[in-house]
């Protein structure tokens, strides 16, 4: 081979090289825009965005197990698009079923939150002590309030419900979801007092699954009632049956009453 040749090869190679580089690392598949460093930095202090009126609905969900049970995120799509009939909605889960800070430290949601137009961000997954007796940060879950608000979008802090039997969980995880609330202003969906109301009010209902910690469909049902109320400000006794989830009618007005009455007295926004 003569030296001429070898040359021209090399500079092939060279070529072919950076134009790999550029197509693969610069640009992204298909000409897509690279994706944008995430912002860190939140203004302090903002006002809770009001999109309780808007034509489009675009929920994104953040949570671990409990965001999942009997396809929470479509029943409350489903509850918006009766509630408000011509209204569009959608809702994407964000992957895994990571607790609050963890979402915050692998940036991934971040990222997500902050490339695409959301309407409502529903926070469900912050750390807490079942007895009671452990403290956990919520600094984390209140950057994630400073985050979406800096994206004028809404967000919705989603306690937990209480495990089977316990009378008291209920209202402390929401008091600890308070204190975050106090800190940065935001929505506070009372999910876990609802279902202390309706298991008050209605001891027959089943709410907990057989593990007496995740929701069974009438417990999924109540949190996504409360939740739609919250992002809606729509009453939730007024919605309409939904002929296609296998509760009774009976069954989901009492659950509509308990989170109406729920809300009434701890309403969601500060609105």
């Known amino acids: 081979m003569s030296l001429l040749s070898a040359s021209k090869q090399i500079n092939l190679i060279m070529f072919s090289t950076l134009w790999l580089l550029a197509s693969c690392g610069g640009g992204g598949d298909n000409g897509a825009a690279p ?3 995430v912002n860190t930095n939140f203004p302090v202090g903002l006002p809770v965005p ?8 675009s929920l994104l969900v953040f949570g671990n197990s409990h965001v999942r049970s009997h396809n929470l995120a479509d ?3 489903q509850m918006i698009q009766t509630g408000r009939p011509g209204a569009k909605a959608t809702a ?3 992957a895994g079923i990571l607790f609050l800070d963890e979402r915050f430290n692998n940036q991934n949601d971040l990222r997500l939150l902050q490339s695409k137009t959301w309407t409502h961000l529903i926070l469900q997954g912050q750390k807490y002590s079942t007895s009671g007796i452990y403290y956990y940060p919520t600094d984390k879950t209140v950057t994630w309030v400073k985050a979406s608000k800096a994206q004028q979008v809404t967000p919705i ?12 969980e209920g209202m402390r995880v929401h008091q600890l979801h308070q204190s975050i609330q106090q800190e940065e202003s935001s929505c506070l969906a009372p999910v876990g007092l609802a279902w202390d109301k309706a298991l008050e009010l209605y001891p027959q209902l089943a709410l907990h699954s057989s593990d007496g910690n995740h929701a069974a469909l009438a417990g999924a049902f109540l949190t996504a ?3 739609y109320q919250s992002i809606t400000g729509d009453n939730a006794d007024t919605l309409p049956q939904l002929s296609n ?11 509509r009453q308990a989170a109406a009455a729920t809300l009434q007295q701890y309403p969601a926004c500060p609105f």
Do not use: C, M
């Open 50 to 57: 009001d999109n309780r009126f808007v034509d489009t609905y």
């Open 75 to 77: 029943l409350i799509v």
């Open 35 to 37: 994706v944008k460093e």
């Open 225 to 227: 009632l409360v939740l």
């Open 157 to 168: 802090l989603f306690p937990e419900h209480p495990t089977a039997g316990n009378k008291t």
């Open 245 to 255: 989830i296998a509760l009774s009618a009976q069954s989901q007005q009492q659950l």
């Open 92 to 94: 994407e889960l964000a």
